[in-house]
């Protein structure tokens, strides 16, 4: 009886080491998880950051299209009234030269 006794009290030492032991583990894998979800949150935020770059990015180049295509437009515009005004140029030439056919000025008779 004194050798079982022993025995267990040798189970129920080693028992309460490992118990001892796993908590400790328990312990450190805890603060390990707790380490890595701030490690992940913070990667989550430069993820969603990167994120919100990408989508500036890509709304830079489409208002940098859109500025490349009013300009020209502009440019498309300044060159239609540039020959609308050489057009009415030409047309009022050739309306005097018209009303100078059917109606000559007579300077002599001034």
Do not use: F
């Not at 949150?41 to 919100?52: A, F, H, R, V, Y």
Request: proline residues 1%; negative net charge.
């Amino acid at each position: 009886a004194v050798v079982s006794t022993q025995s267990t009290g040798a189970n129920n030492e080693a028992i309460q080491k490992q118990a001892v032991s796993a908590g400790n583990m328990n312990k450190t894998l805890l603060e390990e998880n707790s380490a890595l979800k701030k490690s992940s949150e913070g990667k989550e935020d430069l993820l969603e950051e990167i994120k919100q770059m990408e989508e500036l990015k890509d709304q830079v180049k489409a208002a940098e299209r859109k500025a490349e295509q009013s300009k020209a437009d502009a440019e498309a515009m300044r060159k239609q009234s540039e020959n609308l005004t050489m057009e009415y140029d030409r047309l009022l030439i050739e309306h005097q030269k018209l009303q100078d056919t059917v109606m000559p000025t007579d300077k002599k008779d001034e």
